[in-house]
């Protein structure tokens, strides 16, 4: 398994000193986490994508058993209790990128709904850090 079952948002791994932690000193050097500030960036499969209200969704799976829903979900939970936590004390410091109604496994999506999810990204890191539309 990898560390997404664990924690699939580990913003705590680099905003904290580097001497507290060796695995984080390790990989991020002498870097002080006070003076280098953290922006972390959450796709958020809550809030929707403005403009891809009318582009095509890719057909869902006929074939998907309920069973793999059901383990789905149960990962879905134990991977999001953890960071719940470390997202809501850390608000400030995270960027949310709309992402409602898209799959982790849409590569072949057409340019409008592509584009409609980059320039939603875009308006969410600029208010983000208070910069104009």
Same mark, same amino acid.
């Given at each position: 398994? @990898? ?13 904290? $000193? *580097?001497?507290?932690? %060796?695995?984080?000193? $390790?990989?991020?050097? @002498? ?7 953290? /922006?972390? &960036? ?13 582009? *095509? !969704?890719?057909? +869902?799976?006929?074939?998907? &058993? ?6 789905? %979900? ?5 991977? !999001?209790?953890?960071?719940?936590? $470390?997202? !809501?004390? %850390?608000?400030?410091?995270?960027? %949310?990128?709309?992402? +409602? ?9 057409d340019s409008d709904r592509l584009n409609a999810l980059i $320039? ?8 983000? /850090?208070?910069? !104009?539309?």
């Amino acid at each position: 398994m @990898d560390g997404g079952v664990l924690s699939n948002f580990p913003i705590r791994l680099i905003d904290v $000193e *580097p001497g507290t932690d %060796r695995f984080v000193q $390790e990989v991020m050097g @002498d870097t002080v986490a006070a003076e280098a500030g953290t /922006l972390g &960036l959450l796709i958020d499969e809550e809030l929707p994508v403005e403009g891809a209200e009318n582009t *095509p !969704r890719p057909p +869902k799976l006929v074939n998907q &058993l309920r069973v793999v829903q059901r383990v789905a %979900r149960l990962v879905d939970t134990m991977t !999001r209790a953890r960071d719940n936590e $470390e997202i !809501r004390s %850390r608000k400030q410091d995270i960027c %949310r990128l709309p992402a +409602k109604g898209y799959g982790t496994t849409e590569f072949e999506m057409d340019s409008d709904r592509l584009n409609a999810l980059i $320039e939603t990204g875009r308006k969410a890191m600029k208010a983000h /850090l208070g910069l !104009r539309p």
